[in-house]
């Protein structure tokens, strides 16, 4: 039973055809993958820890001052509040209040709480020496320009995990 030139030709284009639909395919995908990463979708998609996690936290703020990480990263972390701005201050996205809290290795961070947004009491409802708990994200502009905001249940288009304090057990979103 010997194959006749035409289906040998009919075989080849049907195998071309395939190999163009995968192959647009496959350029689809990594056209909507780049397009992800440099949306920033992807690392958002992060996992965040359920409990605190410092040393966590200490990796990605040595990676920060490494070159290492360039978007903002998600975080959970705990520790004793050390000072505070007494004064809520006004910026263009509303009121803001302001402390610092401890995290080991004598390592301490600014926590930024975005008044208008959480369903707390008037600020400051934080004083020195108080357990806080904090999720929210950290960014990182210079070693004396970080700390974590976005600790407030609001997500938005440039960030999607919800935050939120916690000052001696008492939970603030």
């Known amino acids: 039973m010997a194959m006749e030139l035409s289906d040998f ?3 080849f284009r049907r195998e071309d055809e395939m190999c163009k639909v995968a192959r647009r395919t496959i350029c689809r995908f990594a056209a909507v993958f780049v397009g992800m990463l440099v949306a920033g979708g992807v690392a958002q998609a992060q996992t965040l820890s359920s409990v605190c996690d410092n040393s966590g936290f200490l990796a990605a703020q040595r990676a920060f001052e490494n070159g290492g990480i360039k978007r903002d990263v998600p975080v959970h972390v705990c520790g004793k509040v050390i000072a505070l701005s007494r004064r809520a201050k006004r910026t263009r996205s509303g009121w803001h209040g302001y402390f610092y809290m401890d995290v080991g290795n004598g ?3 600014r926590i930024v709480s975005d008044l208008d947004e959480m ?3 008037d600020w400051p409802w ?3 020496g ?6 929210g994200r950290y ?3 210079a070693p004396r320009r970080q700390g974590v905001d976005w600790t407030h ?3 938005g288009r440039s960030w999607e995990v919800p935050g939120y304090v916690s ?3 008492m939970k603030y979103q």
């Open 119 to 121: 369903n707390a009491p």
């Open 107 to 109: 390592v301490s961070i």
């Open 9 to 11: 030709n009919e075989f």
């Open 130 to 135: 108080d357990n806080a708990e904090v999720v």
């Open 153 to 155: 249940h609001g997500t």
């Open 139 to 141: 960014y990182y502009d």
């Open 167 to 169: 000052i001696n057990g």
């Open 126 to 128: 934080v004083t020195k």
